[in-house]
């Protein structure tokens, strides 16, 4: 199971809006087959593990096969893996992880032990379900599981009062940044980021520039008055096919014209405002499963105080910046009291050359009075 899941991350930020997949057929004590699945429409890994144990000439018949995830009995992209898999007489299914699906969860495990098949759910559960964490999300809230993530100093600034920012961390932190773009399907950030850094928010490489043919990740700029310049890269390059403002209905039309004939504009369908709920769902009904905060602090504030992210990556580089006026990696009005700040659990740290990286789930308080989660 432990290869089994190695073989399911080779496929990390290609599978969305499918969760990723690895499995291993094992018979008289040998591996016969493996596989993992490389994107949406594409064989499943138990398809890929048959067929390599078929192209090598191994009889599957009576083999034991080890599985990730709870293989599907439903028509989708592709046929059901529980039909291949009772075709090809497997004697055993050992699994990871339970389908997260409501409407499917358990029902694949059942179709095999209808069909004779000895079912072991729940190997390696926990590191199967984490693998998924942001298909599971999405799969059941139909929403995308949504990272904020910031570089700041030790005393939580990321830019001076006259908006500097570049650099704030080191080059192994700003690569391990790109990574978590190529593991998302969007990015987001508002639009004073868009003013102040004209960001080109692509998956920069220190090998090579991104391509228009390998590159998919959405940018998605949160602009209530439509300010998005015209000649702003976000809007200009080769990728603006894959950029998205998000306008209010009070934005001029004229700017909204503008800026549509050479993106994509989305107006929110409240007065005034951007709420956030209505675009997690739009973008969830897009098939985006993982999406990539990287607002200023106001921007990153509305979605952690809005109880709206489900985990922050939070750089930190050895400065002490200070400063009224220095802008801070979570702004807005901030929680009354310590009883309504928000926690974090499964916390990791990680050394990036001088800097530390803090990953965490967010946890919301018992009395949460924010807006409600999607």
Same mark, same amino acid.
């Given at each position: 199971?432990?290869? /089994?899941? *190695?073989?399911? %991350?080779?496929?990390? #930020?290609? $599978?969305? +809006? @499918? !969760?990723?997949?690895?499995?291993?057929?094992?018979?008289?004590?040998?591996?016969?087959?493996?596989?993992?699945?490389?994107?949406?429409?594409?064989?499943?890994?138990?398809?890929?593990?048959?067929?390599?144990?078929?192209?090598?000439?191994?009889?599957?018949?009576?083999?034991?096969?080890?599985?990730?995830?709870?293989?599907?009995?439903?028509?989708?992209?592709?046929?059901?893996?529980?039909?291949?898999?009772? /075709?090809? *007489?497997?004697? %055993?299914?050992?699994? #990871?992880? $339970?389908? +997260? @699906? !409501?409407?499917?969860?358990?029902?694949?495990?059942?179709?095999?032990?209808?069909?004779?098949?000895?079912?072991?759910?729940?190997?390696?559960?926990?590191?199967?379900?984490?693998?998924?964490?942001?298909?599971?999300?999405?799969?059941?809230?139909?929403?995308?599981?949504?990272?904020?993530?910031?570089?700041?100093?030790?005393?939580?600034?990321?830019?001076?009062?006259?908006?500097?920012?570049?650099?704030?961390?080191?080059?192994?932190?700003?690569?391990?940044?790109?990574?978590?773009?190529?593991?998302?399907?969007?990015?987001?950030?508002?639009?004073?980021?868009?003013?102040?850094?004209?960001?080109?928010?692509?998956?920069?490489?220190?090998?090579?520039?991104?391509?228009?043919?390998?590159?998919?990740?959405?940018?998605?700029?949160?602009?209530?008055?439509?300010?998005?310049?015209?000649?702003?890269?976000?809007?200009?390059?080769?990728?603006?096919?894959?950029?998205?403002?998000?306008?209010?209905?009070?934005?001029?039309?004229?700017?909204?014209?503008?800026?549509?004939?050479?993106?994509?504009?989305?107006?929110?369908?409240?007065?005034?405002?951007?709420?956030?709920?209505?675009?997690?769902?739009?973008?969830?009904?897009?098939?985006?499963?993982?999406?990539?905060?990287?607002?200023?602090?106001?921007?990153?504030?509305?979605?952690?105080?809005?109880?709206?992210?489900?985990?922050?990556?939070?750089?930190?580089?050895?400065?002490?910046?200070?400063?009224?006026?220095?802008?801070?990696?979570?702004?807005?009005?901030?929680?009354?009291?310590?009883?309504?700040?928000?926690?974090?659990?499964?916390?990791?740290?990680?050394?990036?050359?001088?800097?530390?990286?803090?990953?965490?789930?967010?946890?919301?308080?018992?009395?949460?009075?924010?807006?409600?989660?999607?």
């Amino acid at each position: 199971m432990r290869l /089994a899941l *190695r073989l399911a %991350r080779r496929a990390r #930020g290609r $599978t969305s +809006p @499918n !969760p990723m997949v690895g499995a291993i057929l094992v018979r008289k004590g040998a591996i016969i087959g493996q596989g993992w699945h490389h994107g949406a429409g594409q064989p499943h890994a138990e398809i890929e593990a048959l067929r390599e144990a078929d192209a090598k000439g191994h009889p599957v018949a009576g083999a034991t096969l080890y599985v990730t995830l709870e293989p599907c009995c439903t028509h989708g992209r592709t046929p059901p893996c529980t039909d291949a898999i009772v /075709a090809a *007489r497997i004697r %055993r299914v050992v699994a #990871g992880a $339970t389908d +997260p @699906n !409501p409407t499917h969860r358990g029902r694949g495990f059942e179709v095999l032990q209808q069909a004779g098949i000895s079912v072991t759910p729940g190997v390696l559960a926990a590191p199967a379900e984490h693998l998924n964490e942001a298909f599971n999300h999405w799969i059941v809230h139909h929403t995308p599981f949504v990272t904020v993530k910031a570089a700041m100093t030790l005393d939580g600034k990321i830019a001076t009062a006259a908006g500097e920012s570049r650099w704030i961390t080191g080059e192994k932190a700003r690569a391990w940044a790109m990574k978590m773009r190529r593991d998302s399907d969007a990015i987001l950030v508002g639009i004073n980021t868009v003013l102040a850094d004209n960001p080109s928010l692509t998956l920069r490489s220190a090998r090579r520039p991104p391509a228009p043919a390998d590159s998919r990740l959405r940018r998605i700029i949160l602009d209530s008055n439509a300010r998005t310049p015209l000649d702003a890269r976000v809007v200009g390059d080769e990728y603006a096919h894959l950029t998205t403002v998000v306008v209010a209905q009070p934005a001029p039309a004229r700017r909204v014209q503008a800026l549509s004939r050479k993106v994509k504009v989305w107006t929110a369908p409240n007065q005034g405002r951007i709420a956030l709920p209505w675009l997690l769902q739009k973008l969830g009904q897009e098939n985006v499963t993982r999406l990539l905060v990287e607002g200023g602090g106001e921007v990153n504030a509305s979605f952690l105080m809005a109880g709206l992210a489900q985990r922050v990556a939070f750089f930190y580089a050895p400065k002490i910046l200070g400063g009224r006026q220095a802008l801070k990696g979570v702004g807005g009005a901030g929680a009354g009291s310590l009883a309504d700040a928000l926690s974090l659990r499964e916390i990791q740290w990680r050394r990036l050359g001088d800097d530390l990286l803090l990953t965490a789930r967010v946890v919301l308080p018992p009395f949460f009075h924010g807006q409600p989660k999607p």
